[in-house]
């Protein structure tokens, strides 16, 4: 695309914004729950398909797993370089969450939130749907305005994302004929902080989640049928105390982002030179007000900041509780002892570390500890674990994004590894061992959270809907006639 | 009353117990829920005043409190004794309970459960809309068939003992100078265990309930406003895990039933030497394998027994988790921080500890490990605290109740307290200072808990609900001319 081409695709983007952000509004209204609404997610695969095929993609799949399926497209534009797209159109659940916002949050509503003109809040706002669908919108406006795509898209959503992709790999293994034409990966994403500060991943850490649950069934003492009156406490032991002391075991009093379990921290690999230089150049970027801003956090662990917080973020494998729950949990009080009691724990990982062995390294605290009967449900089958990746900074597509943004008016902070976790290894690791980023330009946040939200018109430095499309315009015909590998 | 007239008064019992049935399944059918149907209690608490009205209470009243009213009949038969005869017509909540023998646990039903013939499954069949039935439909018997009562009786009922009794108090000094009249108090209730054994209790337990919250926003660590992604949780901290430390401190993790705030057992008065002569006779017969039967309990605290058992059962305070709640706890896994936790906690509490020592130890213990900002919730004004209570094993009713208890085949199991709590110290106190009992023959189980059940139909050990309502019409004879004192 010469550059009159591209003014005239910008212009075709501002004269059709409404239509565009009712787009948004679409997807995000078919409630995609992955964990709760096999029919919701099963919508929005069948939603994305058609639009695969009527944006013009002649190999278009619903490929079915043991779980969601896999919404593939293969759009030949009969360029140079072929490009992965990697898109999840699953959302995390809103139960037990206090939307204060809106009332519903997938019937999304466009509201004023300071510092931005306009947001859009809704499950999903960020967390993927709002930047999938600016990306999808972009394609459309060059396709609409009349011109050809400048790279072949092979777009690879999956509906399974917030469970961990448990059958992604199954698509990837069963297509690599296909996708291993492919020179690079890319997932659609807004990249800006709320101070409108860029930052692009080189990779990703690793997850693992995992319940434990302590019952007096399987404890053979306490209550073992069903929670019992209180006053028998003095004589019959508890369920949800030996839970506590069980975790509490697990984690420093004193400080309990340290993690007993013996060989936690094995295999945790260091910071190579190439991941310092890289943290150095954050540290004297990183705006960290902005991101407590956005947290609701008023202090960071131990008060760290620049160098010292970043390496503790990205080289810390953690083991966080995602929610605990035992006995009576309703309005005033309730005289039981309970009969059992659970904790959601989850891990992140980074090289070298893997899944297996964190979860091995847990149950073999529980056990030396006496904690024998404690059970580790791993919700197999709707697996709750991604292993880490890693893309070289070298990368072609790594160097053109970077100079994409630039192009744009942006330095983008280069992270080594996002603090999250994706399914990305599945891209880079055997068989396929492509370079993987996401880029894009725009802002949201409360990704699982009450009031999600994605900025449709933002202000001087955050950039709303129709400049994040148009980056990505940019972005593509930047891709055309580059190494992407 | 005479002999013959006491067997036609049985015969008459026998001859209406479809309808006594009935009428307890009437009262299970509204829904009296203390801390959740506030409307619930208020159609329970009318329909109870139009029984004493029925019954020929001529003074009555629909006492207001803060709280849910306390029901009061006075039925004067002019006769020598009066009796406060002390009643609940609340119960607990059932949300979270896993009912399985009927659906709907505020619409009972008669089943089949070994080893008794029959029984009715409801919330509050047992605790204590089953006993109050039946003894209100003892002294219907006695009045259809056209005798007089053999006692004067102050019906006492409150609405809010599932909360603690709040207001009741309130109630009892307001109406001092009437209830001043009386001799002596008594509860009905169902005292065979599932083997038959009868029971009865010189007494109770205080208890004392409360909650703590441990939030990121009182803390000022953590998320402040609300849950946040978990890939922050390197450098966030967790108000999980730091309730589950303040918890695990207060504990000791070898055997959770030592508590370790500091001067917790303090003020424990130990067993008296007629205590213990009470607890000698009861550890010949109680009966442990009926009693972890009922429980679903297979083994009691160190497997302890006899004696050893009830000495622990009968003079340990204890801290138990009622429950325990944060994050999410819905299905699957969710990668959330949370941005707080509650523990809702008990103390059972025996002579001479008071509510107030007990919860001030806690605020103090949680202080001195630096957990000043983890909030003590008291629900006050649904003060969820009960005072302990004695009455001495020489009172009139005590013995005229054994008596009863002999003529009708049975030799009582006599507990100085029971394990449970009841608000029956605002009797046994200043301003009145009287004896209080709980009394009757037949079973239940299951009280706060799925599946709550009633026997109608017993078995030879057992009696159901005609040989109840038979043993009330005997014991108020008993009654009428003994010192009740």
Redesign the interface.
Known sequence: MDKGELERVYSYIDAHLEAHIERIREIIRIPSVA??NPEGVRRCAQYLLDQFKKLGCVDTELYETRGQPVVFGHYDAGAKNTLIVYMMYDV??V????WTLIKDPFEPQLVKMEPFKKVLVGRGAINSKGPLMAFLNSLFSIKEYGLELPVNLMFVAEGEE???SAHLIDFVRDRVGKLSRADACLAPGASQNINGEVSMSLGC?G?V???LVCS?EKW???????????????????P???L??A???M?D?AD??RVLVEGFYDNVAPPTPEDLELVDKLAQRLDEEALRKV???????RD?HGRD?LL???Y????????????????????????K?SA?L?S?LIANQTTKETVEKIRRHLDRHGYTDIQILE?EG?N?ADDWSRTSPKAGIVQATIQAYRDFGFDPLVWPY????SPQYMFTKEPLKLPFISAGIGHGA??????EYYVIEGNERVRGLADAEKFYVWLLSKYSNTNLK
């Open positions: 964990a709760e995390k659940q139960s037990g969450e206090n917030e469970l961990g850490k997850v989640e995992f319940e007096g053979g003492r306490g209550p073992t049928e069903r929670a019992i009156h209180s006053s028998y406490a003095a004589i019959v032991e508890s949800v105390w030996r506590i002391h975790l509490a075991s984690t009093p309990p982002t947290l609701g956090v008023k202090h960071f662990y760290l917080l503790k973020a990205l810390t494998t953690t083991l966080n509780i995602q929610g605990i729950y035992g006995g009576y949990t309703g309005p005033l009080v309730k005289t039981v002892l309970p009969e009691a959601k989850e992140r919700y709707q709750a996002s603090l999250g976790s409360r990704a699982h959270a009450p009031d």
